[in-house]
Nanobody
Framework: VQLQASGGGLVQPGGSLRLSCAAS????????MSWYRQAPGKQRELVAF???????IYADSVKGRFTISRDNAKNMVYLQMNSLKPEDTAVYYC?????????WGKGTQVTVSS
């Protein structure tokens, strides 16, 4: 299984970005896909989680601003990020969890700065 994240970049405060993550390989129908982020000097933290059945959860810090979505037919997960703040600056990682196995993609850098 491989995960490839993309869509990061430099954006001004208040701006938007959409991250994408493509999963390839042996993907089972029942799984969870998540976005995490890690800022310099901080631990990696969960940003948003989406189950294959449609359930989703968000970190309190991004509720109302970020939206996670999935395209199960394409094995894709997205993170729409609106109203970005400087504190959202981090490397963002996608993760697939299936059959008790975790798979991580390489991160994509998001920088929010004027």
């Amino acid at each position: 299984v491989q995960l490839q994240a993309s869509g990061g970049g430099l954006v001004q405060p208040g701006g938007s970005l959409r991250l994408s993550c493509a999963a390839s390989g042996s993907i089972f129908s029942i799984n969870t896909m998540s976005w995490y982020r890690q800022a310099p000097g901080k631990q990696r933290e969960l940003v948003a989680f989406a189950g294959s059945g449609g359930a989703s959860i968000y970190a309190d810090s991004v509720k109302g601003r970020f939206t996670i979505s999935r395209d199960n037919a394409k094995n894709m997960v997205y993170l729409q990020m609106n109203s970005l703040k400087p504190e959202d600056t981090a490397v963002y990682y996608c993760k697939l969890l299936q059959r008790s196995m975790e798979y991580w993609g390489k991160g994509t850098q998001v920088t929010v700065s004027s």
